[in-house]
T-cell receptor, first 113, second 108 residues
């Protein structure tokens, strides 16, 4: 079975550029989560969706970050404009609804120069 | 106070040792609990769920104490391959909150 698929795996770009991260959750999973991981702050929940609807975006750092889930099989996390402090590993995870564990994608390693 | 707090690491132990990690959480509404393992530069992977009565999976034992709001993970007969960061997870209101993780290094 295919797991959570994220793209790109790595991205290096200059500050001020728009960055779009993509995620395809596991088929049949109803919830999708976006996380950011850094050495200093650990794994932070940015936003999560249930049935394509954003439920909690309180972790989104600021207005430069936005996330969408237009259908059950695709989500994007966009940063515009990007800044060096956005450099981190961004993980997408999905799970079936209820008290189930999450399954993570391989992550996108983002470097903003 | 952070929603989830874990033992500070790193833990450096010899092969064969028994090691225990603790994790405390602040939101009593949390219903499900998990331990994840994360290897360097990899994604977190589910190690085991934590059940109210405690549960065991081979060398790994997880315990939950709702009254004191903490969960624990015990690793017996540790192997070199157990070296990783261990993350505890709680689920207040449907979202999964991760602890900072505890780094374990098992030495020969």
């Amino acid at each position: 079975d295919a797991g959570v698929i994220q793209s790109p795996r790595h991205e290096v770009t200059e500050m001020g550029q728009e960055v779009t991260l993509r995620c395809k959750p596991i088929s049949g999973h109803n919830s999708l989560f976006w996380y950011r991981q850094t050495m200093m702050r650990g794994l932070e929940l940015l936003i999560y969706f249930n049935n394509n609807v954003p439920i909690d975006d309180s972790g989104m750092p600021e207005d430069r970050f936005s996330a969408k889930m237009p259908n059950a099989s695709f989500s994007t996390l966009k940063i515009q404009p990007s800044e060096p402090r956005d450099s981190a590993v961004y993980f997408c995870a999905s799970r079936r609804q209820g008290n189930q564990p999450q399954h993570f994608g391989d992550g996108t390693r983002l470097s903003i120069l | 106070r952070k929603e989830v707090e874990q033992d500070p690491g790193p833990f450096n132990v010899p092969e064969g040792a028994t090691v225990a990690f603790n994790c405390t959480y602040s939101n009593s509404a949390s219903q499900s609990f998990f331990w994840y393992r994360q290897d360097c530069r990899k994604e977190p992977k589910l190690l085991m769920s934590v059940y109210s009565s405690g549960n065991e999976d081979g060398r790994f034992t997880a315990q939950l104490n709702r009254a004191s709001q903490y969960i624990s993970l015990l690793i017996r007969d540790s192997k070199l391959s157990d070296s990783a960061t261990y993350l505890c997870v709680v689920t207040p209101g449907g979202k999964l909150i991760f602890g900072q993780g505890t780094e374990l290094s098992v030495k020969p």
